[in-house]
Structures are given as C-alpha cells and as structure tokens.
C-alpha cells in the first residue's frame, strides 16, 4: 500500500540514491551530505520531508524548507519545494496529487503562509495545476566579469 507521511528521520544516503535513480542521467548529482545540508542548515529553520512510502520502502518525496520572508512589511513562515522525485514505477498523476494535498495540509497545519518554488519546466506545471501557485517574480540572469582579483583594484 502506497502511503505519504512526513518522515521524521531522514535516511540521507537512501535519499540521494532514490534521487538520482529517479531523476536517471538528467538529475545531476544528489550527494547525501548536499541534502543533508539543505534540508537541515540552509535556512536554518529546517525542513519538512514528505515521504511516499511502498509498504515501509521509500520511493519518493518533496522536500519544504522552512524559512521566513518578508512581504509588506510583515515577516512570515515559509516554505520551499524542493527535491519532488517518485521513482518510475510509481509515478501517476494520482500519486502527485496525494503528495501535493499533503503538502497543503502540512502549511495549513503549521500555519504556513508562503510558498516558495524555484521549479524546473515539469514542476512548474505540477505547482500551478496542484497548488494555484503563479510567478510572482522573474528573474533576469545576469553575468560579470572581473578584471582584477578581489583587493588588488
């Protein structure tokens, strides 16, 4: 039976190599020290693991990182999505539909009320259609050079 719960202990070494057999050659590198690191320290406000669990055996999951932004003049309880991988077998509509509901039921439930998202091509559609979530903010990539190394101009 398939289920999604939050996961209180990560494993970070199964983490990484769920991540990169489900993401295949185009996922780059998933290290267990990186996602140790970013689910527990970026912020520093930690993390939230949403787990997707084929009787006990982890097959995927999202990550929330918790963080605070500032929106008007007021400071407030965010997160952001990171890391949404289901290995292949498993994936269906039905599946990330589960894991999104969870996703909305842990911000409710934590009074959460922000949601952050750096997504790719595939987890922009998934964001909008689950979540309503739209682009507040483009941002333009932007590029320098240095003439001098640093101290010496």
Same mark, same amino acid.
């Given at each position: ?38 689910? +527990? #320290?970026?912020?520093?406000? @930690?993390?939230?693991?949403? /787990? =997707? ?7 995927? !999951?999202?990550?929330?990182?918790? +963080? #605070?932004?500032?929106?008007? @003049?007021?400071?407030?309880? /965010? =997160? ?7 290995? !292949?077998?498993?994936?269906?509509? +039905? ?59």
């Amino acid at each position: 039976m398939i289920t999604v719960s939050e996961e209180k202990s990560v494993d970070y070494e199964l983490t990484a190599r769920i991540a990169a057999e489900a993401f295949g050659s185009k996922g780059g590198n998933f290290s267990a020290e990186r996602m140790r690191w970013l689910y +527990q #320290r970026s912020f520093g406000e @930690g993390s939230a693991i949403l /787990a =997707v669990f084929d009787e006990g055996i982890k097959v995927g !999951q999202i990550g929330l990182i918790h +963080q #605070r932004i500032c929106s008007n @003049g007021e400071s407030g309880t /965010a =997160v952001q999505l990171v890391d949404l991988f289901i290995l !292949q077998p498993y994936r269906s509509a +039905q599946l990330v539909r589960r894991i999104y509901k969870e996703v909305e039921r842990l911000c409710l439930d934590k009074n959460i009320r922000f949601i952050v998202a750096l997504p790719n091509d595939n987890a922009t559609l998934l964001n909008e259609r689950f979540l309503k979530l739209k682009p507040l903010v483009w941002l333009r990539i932007r590029a320098g050079v240095a003439l001098f190394p640093p101290g010496l101009s």
